[in-house]
């Protein structure tokens, strides 16, 4: 076999692993980004008045609504994300709440990072991680593994 030969039997087999991994690669991306945000959505309602007194402090406005409509959210989005239910939806929302975090309790860290003789990078910054990914699900959705998936099936729309 010729290197032409292993480069393009090599570039067949990784896609065709890739393919075979995709749905559980977006299963295991739900589950992770899911309970991250059903942590953090405990979390605020776990310290809720220190949550509000937070939110008061980057200038957030109507501190104690808005406390308990991202705790909320992120508690139902983080189930959700889960279960593969209104992933798209869910996604775009909880990326909302992400840009507000880096405009404001993350704002210093995400400058120093964009510093380049910074010590720490972008990749230290959680909410921009979190962003990424739930912008990648938002765009490319739950996957085959999911509710939504089901009830696409059932409607006959896709996913």
């Known amino acids: 076999m010729a290197d032409g030969g292993l480069v393009r039997t090599l570039g067949r087999f990784v896609t065709w692993l890739t393919t075979l ?5 977006a299963l295991l991306t ?5 309970e991250a945000f059903i942590l953090t959505g405990l979390g605020k309602w776990k310290h809720f008045d220190q949550t509000v007194s937070f939110f008061g402090s980057l200038g957030i406005p109507v501190p104690r609504a808005n ?3 991202v705790a909320t959210l992120e508690l139902v989005g983080g189930a959700c ?15 909302a709440t992400l840009v507000v975090a880096l405009l404001t309790a993350d704002r210093e860290g995400l400058l120093a990072a964009l510093d380049p003789s910074a010590e720490k990078g972008l ?11 739930s912008l990648w699900l938002a765009t490319f959705g ?18």
């Open 67 to 69: 406390a308990a409509f």
């Open 21 to 25: 991994l995709q749905p559980v690669c």
């Open 81 to 95: 994300l889960i279960l593969g239910l209104g992933t798209r939806i869910f996604s775009l929302l909880l990326s």
């Open 123 to 133: 990749m230290d910054i959680a909410a921009l991680v979190f962003l990424m990914i």
């Open 30 to 34: 739900r589950l992770v980004l899911g």
């Open 142 to 159: 739950a996957g085959p593994i999911s509710v939504d998936k089901i009830l696409a099936r059932r409607t006959e729309r896709p996913v």
